[in-house]
């Protein structure tokens, strides 16, 4: 005997993902989902292609469709599938992605993710299953709801007044530059499901192909929330609803297009420390610098502009060559009003606790508003150094050791007054005896590769290291 | 090799380090530097980055990211871990793993970008809908966020569960050295995974179950692995005198502010000590009840207006437990922090 018609190889025989009534679907008497999950199911089947493909389900009457296909089936949230499908994308560049959704999925509080996969060029097949209405929740109206329609959230009937138009997904879609096929079909009558079949044939192929985003919108009836006999359903489709929603082919891509293929990488940790540019060194060396106490905490404060971060940064990475404790802090809230940026850096034998620098052993002041403000917290034995080209009073109301370096000038000359902040490291390594000419010398060579630059900013930390040996 | 980098930098450093596979993520201040580095890293090497249309978006790519079995990471600060909120829900229900780290910003609302420690809540007790838990670890340097983020991947992986690293506007733009070499990595199967062959074409990832039995049969199985791990996993540092007077508690960049006033206090000659918890779910209960005596103070520091504190006075139901904190971007100052643990004490030597 010659078997004339079976259940599609890519469904289950038997539906055991669902709790009870495994035999048959969920979907109501003449609803047109269970005519596209046998599409589709046909389809994976004849095209060779059912252990590749994932099915990303909805929340919407398509939730269950993991019950049918026989398949790697993911479900997810409310409106997110097409977002969910991009994850699983990306993850199986050689899987076949089905993304299927319903109006109020996709068309209201999931658009812009199914927007944007589209614009992305994602590689999955998204069937827009519209029905004009939310299914599975009672019949209440979408955005995709004819006008002058009854649901259960438009009793009087849809208007556009109260409500908006009803939403044509496909010809947006249509819109975007990345799809590679969009369509509207209907699955209501035998004609239109030989051309629905002939489309996601279509789309199927190019999944397969790896050639990008396919968007099918899918006409399909729901007697039980339009409350007509399924045969009715299926008239009204053609004579009322896609006088609102026509079908055919929106947008296509000529079919001997590239691949886009999205291949991903396993890595090894000798890819990363290439990457990162990461010297091979198994030992942790020990502390090459010498601190006046074991723990110092500096704050260098100026405009904007003026270099205090990258002052403060210079300082934090010669301790971290030598394996010091450290932190750095760039300037946080109230801190950043009134011109004043700063960076606290602390320098450590030991663990750091805070790397806030409240009291600081040494204060760098490029402008007056970090003098005023910042200077009154140094201690007494501590160091206040400002710059005394731009600073010409000081506050009464200092304890510290103040010394005035003429960093913008001794810049000047050096080049450019934005080496001012190297100046200033020169100075304080000098006082401080952190270190030596030598040692900042090398680091500005590493930091500065341009030779007119290096120039400037060796002229500048040696201004400002001189001008230290004679206080 | 060491290499001084932000806090932010560090999760992305740790997470290659721990074999993430894939980035998705929306910017957000103070967490951009995530994404930035995210795509630094991730692109050249072959990884997914994919910069999302929304918060809600990128937590969902996560979940499809996390159903193939990638080791999956996305980052926000607390408006965006908001947004997440429904899908951490879904990822906890389905089990899968994932990393999330909430460099935790100013709120209610739009907020400010400064630190503060108010995610407290809607991290460690859940915020999405359902009976679920997360992981949080906390870290309290910029070292400890990279090695908690090798951790997280790990743990997520163990549990099939979503792990969050729970840090803070100041850990996350502030530069500390991380010491960055090979580290030994959990290889854990998952057959469950979604992958385009034949092996997997039985495996579901849901959070549905329609029926009533099966779905409590379900929240069962969820909360046996929420005792075990609540048994296995929980961690705290303690740090100062090993006989304390007062102990104070907080976690995060307060515990680093924390430990400058614990030292501050002893070279005062007061015996102080700090606990830190590390795991902020599982919280370390039966560190505090061994280390917090009897009749000892406890002074408990957070940059929220009262959250943190909950769980210190859950560990420690008979303990004097007083708060203080300082919200809207400020940090205390350690010498208020003297002055409040000394107040503390005395209020205890008058009890």
Not at chain 1, 42 to 58: C, F, K, N, S
Not at chain 1, 62 to 86: D, L, M, N
Not at chain 1, 307 to 321: H, I, N
Not at chain 2, 144 to 172: C, H, K, N, S
Request: hydrophobic share 40%; with cysteine.
């Amino acid at each position: 005997m010659t078997k004339i018609y079976e259940k599609s190889p890519a469904f289950f025989e038997t539906f055991e993902r669902k709790p009870s009534q495994q035999l048959t679907t969920h979907y109501c008497p003449g609803c047109g989902h269970g005519t596209l999950n046998k599409i589709i199911a046909d389809l994976v089947a004849e095209l060779g292609i059912q252990d590749q493909t994932i099915y990303v389900g909805p929340v919407g009457c398509g939730v269950f469709i993991y019950y049918y296909f026989e398949g790697a089936c993911a479900s997810a949230a409310h409106g997110r599938a097409s977002a969910v499908a991009t994850g699983i994308s990306r993850s199986n560049p050689d899987g076949i992605v089905v993304s299927y959704q319903g109006d109020g999925d996709l068309a209201a509080i999931g658009t812009s993710n199914a927007i944007h996969a589209a614009n992305r060029g994602e590689n999955m097949i998204v069937f827009f299953v519209n029905n004009n209405v939310y299914g599975m929740t009672g019949g209440q109206m979408a955005p995709t709801t004819l006008i002058d329609q009854k649901t259960t959230t438009s009793p009087f009937g849809r208007t556009e007044k109260n409500d908006g138009f009803p939403l044509r997904m496909a010809e947006m879609m249509a819109g975007l530059e990345a799809p590679a096929l969009v369509a509207r079909v209907g699955v209501n009558n035998p004609k239109n499901i030989r051309q629905a079949i002939k489309v996601i044939r279509n789309g199927l192929e190019i999944q397969r192909d790896k050639k990008g985003y396919v968007f099918i919108e899918v006409m399909s009836q729901c007697p039980t929330n339009w409350k007509k006999e399924p045969a009715e359903a299926c008239e009204w489709i053609d004579d009322v609803v896609c006088k609102q929603y026509p079908l055919g082919t929106f947008k296509e891509l000529p079919a001997d297009r590239q691949p886009q293929k999205r291949p991903r990488a396993e890595v090894d940790f000798a890819a990363v420390a290439k990457l990162l540019g990461l010297t091979a060194d198994d030992e942790t060396g020990s502390q090459e610098m010498t601190l006046p106490q074991p723990e110092m905490r500096f704050k260098f404060a100026g405009f904007g502009g003026q270099g205090v971060l990258s002052l403060g940064l210079m300082v934090a990475q010669m301790a971290t060559q030598r394996n010091m404790e450290v932190t750095w802090l760039p300037s946080y809230g109230p801190e950043m009003r009134g011109g004043v940026a700063n960076s606290s850096v602390v320098i450590g034998e030991d663990p750091i606790g805070t790397p806030v620098v409240d009291v600081p052993d040494v204060l760098v002041a490029l402008n007056r508003p970090s003098l005023d403000k910042l200077g009154p917290l140094v201690p007494k034995e501590g160091l206040i150094i400002y710059n005394s080209s731009l600073i010409d009073q000081i506050p009464a109301d200092l304890k510290g050791k103040v010394y005035p370096l003429a960093a913008t000038t001794l810049a000047a000359e050096a080049g450019t007054v934005k080496a001012a902040n190297v100046v200033v490291l020169g100075f304080v390594a000098r006082m401080t005896g952190i270190f030596e000419l030598s040692e900042l010398e090398d680091f500005l060579r590493e930091t500065f590769k341009q030779p007119a630059l290096q120039e400037v900013n060796l002229k500048a930390v040696s201004a400002g290291w001189d001008v230290a040996g004679e206080v | 090799m060491k290499k001084l980098v932000k806090g932010n930098e560090a999760v992305v450093i740790g997470a290659l380090v721990a074999g993430c596979d894939a980035y998705y993520g929306y910017p957000i201040t103070p967490a951009s530097e995530i994404a930035h580095a995210a795509s630094e890293y991730f692109l050249p090497l072959g990884k997914v980055f994919v910069q999302a249309e929304c918060e809600v978006g990128a937590i969902n790519m996560v979940f499809g990211s996390a159903s193939s079995g990638l080791r999956t990471l996305t980052a926000s600060s607390g408006p965006g871990i908001s947004l997440k909120m429904e899908g951490i829900s879904y990822l906890a229900g389905a089990e899968l793993p994932c990393v999330i780290v909430d460099v935790q910003r100013v709120g209610p609302g739009l907020g400010n970008i400064g630190p503060e420690q108010s995610d407290y809540f809607q991290v460690v007790k859940g915020g999405g809908h359902g009976d679920y838990r997360n992981i949080v670890l906390a870290p309290a340097s910029v070292e400890e966020t990279y090695r908690m983020t090798i951790q997280a991947f790990d743990l997520a992986d163990r549990w099939r569960t979503p792990v969050f690293i729970l840090t803070d506007a100041t850990l996350g733009q502030m530069m500390e050295p991380i010491d960055i070499r090979q580290e030994k990595i959990e290889k854990i199967d998952k057959p469950w995974a979604l992958d385009a062959n034949a092996a997997s074409n039985q495996n579901l990832i849901t959070s549905i179950y329609l029926d009533f039995d099966d779905m409590e049969a379900h929240i069962e199985k969820l909360h046996e692995k929420y005792r075990k791990i609540t048994e296995t996993e929980a961690a705290a540092e303690v740090y100062g005198d090993s006989n304390p007077q007062i102990v104070l508690t907080g976690y995060g960049i307060t515990s680093r502010l924390l430990r400058s006033t614990v030292d501050e206090l002893n070279s005062r000659g007061v015996r102080a000590a700090l606990i830190r918890p590390k795991t902020l779910w599982p919280f370390p209960d039966h560190i505090y009840q061994e280390t917090v005596n009897l009749g000892v103070p406890v002074l408990s520091v957070e940059l929220s207006r009262g959250q943190f504190i909950e769980d210190v006075r859950l560990a420690l139901p008979h303990h004097d437990v007083s708060w203080y904190g300082r919200v809207g971007g400020n940090l205390p100052e350690i010498e208020t922090l003297v002055a409040r643990a000394e107040q503390c004490l005395e209020e205890a030597s008058n009890d």
